[in-house]
T-cell receptor, first 115, second 116 residues
């Protein structure tokens, strides 16, 4: 059974700090890894990673995938109170040679940024 | 608003009652997914449609749960004889097919169900 484990489960920082969120996975026929941000509503898409070693960046957020070691990290620099949310990692696996996009999610990391 | 929409946003029901939720995906998306999320957990996959065909059902989806997507557009998820353990956020997501490596799923706002 596919498995995704995130760490830490929760993190409290002050504005301006840099944080690193971890995601490790075990999946048969890996296809992609996705990061989502969830506030008090639906998850919103951040990044999709398919290749090892290529950093994806969007403003203060960046992410990288290591397919050999089966993990990904999400970095947030110069954190702001608006970054407070649950950060979800999910993996997508191929199914019978074609991918239909079923995502297996981790438990999430609850990030709290204090002013 | 051209995103995924869900209705209702909140539902409170008594144990034993039936409930039905609706999801309207992004219009050009042919794939639709239902997930369930309980407090402190990530979303768990329930079922998947490609157009009107239901191609995958999780074992989490007991025989009290049924989902349909009759015309390949909106979808409904029905829970019969609700139990307190059904209390959760029910999320719908949609994506397009045909990309070489993975598809981005876009989520709706969810329906929060409370069974008393």
């Amino acid at each position: 059974e596919d498995k995704v484990v995130q760490s830490p489960l929760s993190l409290v920082v002050h504005e301006g700090d840099t944080v690193t969120l971890n995601c490790s996975y075990e999946v048969t026929n890996f296809r992609s890894l996705l990061w989502y941000k969830q506030e008090k509503k639906a998850p919103t898409f951040l990044f999709m990673l398919t290749s090892s070693g290529i950093e994806k960046k969007s403003g203060r957020l960046s992410s990288i995938l290591d397919k050999k070691e089966l993990f990904s990290i999400l970095n947030i620099t110069a954190t702001q109170t608006g970054d407070s949310a649950i950060y979800l990692c999910a993996v997508e696996a191929n199914a019978g040679g074609t991918s239909y996009g079923k995502l297996t999610f981790g438990q999430g990391t609850i990030l709290t940024v204090h002013p | 608003d051209t995103g995924v929409s869900q209705d209702p946003r909140h539902k409170i029901t008594k144990r034993g009652q039936n409930v039905t939720f609706r999801c309207d995906p992004i219009s050009e998306h042919n794939r639709l997914y239902w997930y369930r999320q309980t407090l402190g957990q990530g979303p768990e996959f329930l079922t998947y449609f490609q157009n009107e065909a239901q191609l995958e059902k999780s074992r989490l989806l007991s025989d009290r749960f049924s989902a349909e997507r009759p015309k390949g557009s909106f979808s409904t998820l029905e829970i019969q004889r609700t139990e307190q353990g059904d209390s959760a956020m029910y999320l719908c997501a949609s994506s397009s097919s045909g990309r070489a490596a993975g598809e981005t799923q876009y989520f709706g706002p969810g329906t929060r169900l409370l069974v008393l």
